[in-house]
């Protein structure tokens, strides 16, 4: 199956308000930003993203929470100052996670896990309910986050998480072939794996397209069972998966 599109616009049509999306990358390495930009494009609003960061200022995510299209954002690091003002005015909610474990929620959901135990976090405000998910506008906390199971195993206490499951997933390879097997370059791989795991339906912007069999078994990252929609990526190459001049 060809899993290549020619128009970004026409592919993330069928993600609707309200979605939840896994997005790859860590700052802007690896990120899909042409994939975010597409889904301010196309208005969509009232978005659950689940990522590490939320996007560089006004940048990739940062785009989307800048132009006020965020609902709820899961992730390790809500690190730009658009974000924050929305949260404190009560127009964003907040799940707060350490980022071993948001990876590790993100590839459970793909590996069919429901749920796992974790030392990680254990008696924080994380794990005991002590910290703010949401405010009203007026700057007062009117939820919380809710408290975790704990279990001890081995004399160390573990909080049950839960696999972040997820609509759709956006992520930015270096290489993709036309069955959506991918390839990620250094440390641009990050995150997107485990986000792309997360998707329901999971979109890909790559930056070379080859044909099937010019990636080895062995350099695929992710395969393409996990994938059902490939474009190019602005700025990238088609054919050639190491062009003359590249960058990275």
Known sequence: MDKIRTDVLEMLSIVPDGASLAVGGFGLTGAPIMLCDALCELDKRDLHIVANNAGIDPTGVGRLAQEGRLRKFTGSFPSNKNF???F????????????????ERMRAAGAGIPAFYTPTGAGTDLATGNYPARYDSDGNVVQW???KDVRVFNGRPCVLETALACDFALVKAHRADRLGNLAFRLGSRNFNVPAA??????FVEAQNIVEVGAIEPDAVHLPGVFVQHVIQSTGGWVGNPNPPGASW
């Open 88 to 103: 404190h005015e009560g127009r964003v909610e907040l799940e707060l996670v350490p980022q071993g474990t948001l990876a």
């Open 197 to 202: 795991m997360a998707g329901a339906v999971t």
């Open 84 to 86: 924050f003002s929305l």
């Open 145 to 147: 986050l809710e408290p």
